[in-house]
């Protein structure tokens, strides 16, 4: 099965290799501080009790979305079930199709790293290859990113594991551990949106998870540190990073970095109104760009609606522009994928309209070219 080739841009989009490099120290703030003491009590009122849960272990595929300014990147978001880096990789190889055995011995190594670390962390040091994997996600055979987890299956079975992609109703999960067709599963590489594993379809999962019967990658906790979008909040309050015991210069990282964010519950609706161009409305238990607003383009009647404690109200950063042969200049924000405090590869996503998407012409992902500086 070939990728879409519409998801792929024949496109190059530039990122200074200075902004790349603050990108990355980012990254490796954000880790250091999700390992705190002093962040982790302040985060845990903040959580559900399965997101408090150390399992002992980190995430796998994390990944940092950024804008670029002229004051350099923002953050826009952070994800734990991130597709797209093979076609990540796809795009960088302006290749329409790919299995695991095209794959450079480099790339695989770097994939699979990753989780013989987890598993290695899970068993405490016993072993780093779990017997049997499964890649979890809601009806899998119909998400976009389909062929990105069957290309993930192969590699899992050439690193010698037994490997499955499945829905969560076809797992036997609960106390006893987790099983599909009746075989014990040791690992679960995350690919579903249920993030806290609060549905019913999941909570046979939570409980083998919360009994540390299967290594779960990404998990609630990683979700609740990181990713949960109301954690830039607490980023951005003005004695956040005192509370916490951050030098200098990591105060003046993420104050350079994160757009100041806010809980619309927080705020009074009527000066929100009234500075809306400036703002992007984003509804906190959503992924991707679903339900996110421009406040610019926002009706009252749409404004009043929005639910208070579900709703990020952030500092508008608009995308820079990357320009496409024979296009009109298209809106542009770069992904990074990470494990840790390790980036694994950089990406960009060209696309029109008021949020990203994957469905531009011409748009897609992008290959990345570092450059000495912006516009060279």
Request: hydrophobic residues 40%; charged residues 25%.
């Amino acid at each position: 099965m070939p990728w879409y080739p519409e998801i792929l841009s024949q496109a190059t989009a530039e990122l200074p290799k200075a902004d790349f490099l603050v990108m990355v120290r980012l990254i490796r703030l954000l880790d250091r501080l999700s390992r705190l003491p002093a962040y982790r009590r302040l985060v845990a009122p903040l959580v559900p009790e399965v997101a408090r849960f150390d399992p002992g272990h980190d995430a796998v595929m994390m990944c940092h979305d950024f804008h670029l300014t002229d004051a350099g990147p923002k953050l826009i978001e952070v994800n734990t079930n991130a597709g797209g880096s093979l076609p990540a990789y796809l795009a960088d190889r302006r290749r329409t199709g790919l299995d695991a055995t095209q794959l450079p011995g480099r790339v695989k190594n770097r994939l699979l790293g990753q989780f013989a670390e987890e598993y290695l962390q899970f068993t405490q040091g016993r072993q780093s290859r779990p017997g049997k994997i499964v890649i979890l996600d809601d009806r899998p055979e119909e998400q976009f990113l389909y062929q990105e987890m069957r290309i993930f299956a192969d590699l899992f079975r050439e690193w010698g594991a037994v490997a499955e992609i499945t829905d969560p109703g076809d797992l036997e999960a609960g106390e006893e551990g987790v099983f599909l067709a009746g075989e014990p599963v040791e690992m679960v590489y995350n690919r579903h949106c249920d993030f806290y594993l609060e549905s019913a379809e999941m909570a046979g999962l939570r409980q083998a998870y919360r009994g540390r019967h299967v290594c779960l990658t990404p998990n609630p906790q990683a979700y609740g540190l990181l990713a949960d979008k109301r954690r830039m909040v607490l980023w951005t309050e003005d004695d956040f990073a005192d509370h916490v015991g951050l030098a200098a210069k990591e105060k003046d990282l993420l104050r350079a970095t994160v757009p100041r964010s806010r809980l619309l519950s927080e705020l009074d609706p009527g000066q929100v109104w009234e500075t809306r161009r400036e703002l992007v409305f984003k509804p906190v238990a959503k992924f991707g760009s679903r339900g996110v607003l421009l406040g610019g383009r926002t009706t009252r009647k749409r404004f009043s609606q929005l639910p208070p404690e579900e709703t990020l109200v952030q500092e508008l950063v608009p995308p820079s522009l990357t320009e496409v042969s024979g296009r009109q200049a298209m809106k542009t924000d770069y992904r990074i994928f990470a494990y840790r405090s390790r980036p694994l590869g950089v990406t960009a996503r060209l696309y029109r309209g008021q949020v990203t998407n994957l469905r531009t012409e011409g748009g897609g992902f992008a290959k990345v070219a570092l450059a000495a500086m912006r516009g060279s």
